[in-house]
């Protein structure tokens, strides 16, 4: 069992920046493939980056690639997500997510674990 909880949310002018933490209990933190997805008003949740669970690989989104970093600290059962450059079309609640898989892009699919989500809101 994991648990996830996100803080770092807040308001933020468009071309500003914001720092996501997810704090993770358990000891098999290490072991999981770490992501963040986020979920605008009045549409379906998305998917926004992934970490394998050694930190070695990530992926993204095409609509944040370029301007959002995730890392994680496995040290501090803790990952992250710089978000740099936003946009108002950023906006949304930001959800950390936890897969059992090895393979960094099955998380796209759906996660094992939630979070219960951070806003973030960028005023133009």
């Known amino acids: 069992q994991v648990q996830l909880v996100e803080s770092g949310g807040g308001l933020v002018q468009a071309g500003g920046s914001l720092r996501l933490s997810c704090a993770a209990s358990?000891?098999?933190?290490?072991?999981?493939?770490m992501g963040w997805f986020r979920q605008a008003p009045g549409k379906e949740r998305e998917f926004v980056a992934a970490?394998?669970?050694?930190?070695?690989?990530?992926y993204y989104a095409a609509s944040v690639k370029g301007r959002f970093t995730i890392s994680r600290d496995n040290a501090k059962n803790t990952v992250y997500v710089q978000m740099n450059s936003l946009k108002p079309e950023d906006t949304a609640v930001y959800y950390c997510?936890?897969?059992?898989?090895?393979?960094?892009?099955?998380?796209?699919?759906?996660?094992?674990?939630w979070g219960q989500g951070t806003q973030v809101t960028v005023s133009s």
């Open positions: 997510a936890a897969h059992r898989s090895t393979i960094v892009v099955r998380i796209t699919e759906g996660a094992d674990y």
């Open positions: 970490i394998s669970s050694g930190g070695r690989s990530t």
């Open positions: 358990g000891r098999t933190f290490s072991s999981y493939t």
